[in-house]
């Protein structure tokens, strides 16, 4: 199996994980809680034994890069008001009902709502910013599906971004 079939699970294990993250204030020492937390999610993912290891390294990589970042720390601070993480809404679209998790959302000290995507895959090849860039055009449609939703529910301000802990990349806009 490629690291890149484990990028997936590791999305969903990360974002479990650091749920915890944003709620609490977490120091890097802290990461070996989230290690058996990522253990035991990844084998109930069927992910194979002998794979455990490198996707928990790619795991620990990612919330360690987020905690070192100031952006990750900005990002996953309990300070902010109307906060979650793992989120679920469902509202309706073209005819049916259209369920979504949002990874990280919250009001800033400004009273913009914010709804975050976290991307924990690597990036080899070109240049990181012209990668960047088409993750946004990939991943656009996807958050402002879950801004549509929020804009509902209430009247603010909404801004939209992608956060690459592992590259310290982040692209934003607003909706």
Do not use: N
């Not at 400004?110 to 976290?118: E, Q």
């Not at 990181?128 to 656009?140: A, K, N, S, T």
């Amino acid at each position: 199996m490629q690291i890149c079939l484990l990028l997936k699970p590791m999305d969903s294990i990360f974002d479990s994980t650091y749920q915890t993250v944003g709620i609490d204030h977490v120091e890097s020492g802290d990461l070996r809680r989230f290690e058996q937390i990522g253990r035991k999610m990844l084998a109930r993912l069927g992910v194979p034994v002998g794979r455990i290891k490198v996707a928990l390294e790619e795991i620990d990589a990612a919330l360690q890069a987020a905690l070192e970042d100031e952006r990750g720390r900005w990002i996953l601070s309990g300070l902010h008001e109307k906060a979650d993480c793992e989120l679920a809404l469902s509202g309706k679209r073209d005819g049916g009902i259209d369920h979504m998790v949002i990874d990280r959302t919250f009001v800033d000290e400004h009273g913009t709502r914010w709804i975050i995507d976290f991307k924990t895959g690597a990036h080899t090849g070109g240049g990181v910013d012209e990668f960047l860039d088409r993750e946004q055009e990939r991943y656009r449609q996807q958050l402002e599906r879950y801004a549509v939703i929020m804009s509902k529910m209430e009247e603010r301000p909404i801004r939209l971004g992608l956060y690459f802990p592992l590259l310290g990349g982040w692209r934003e806009w607003s909706f």
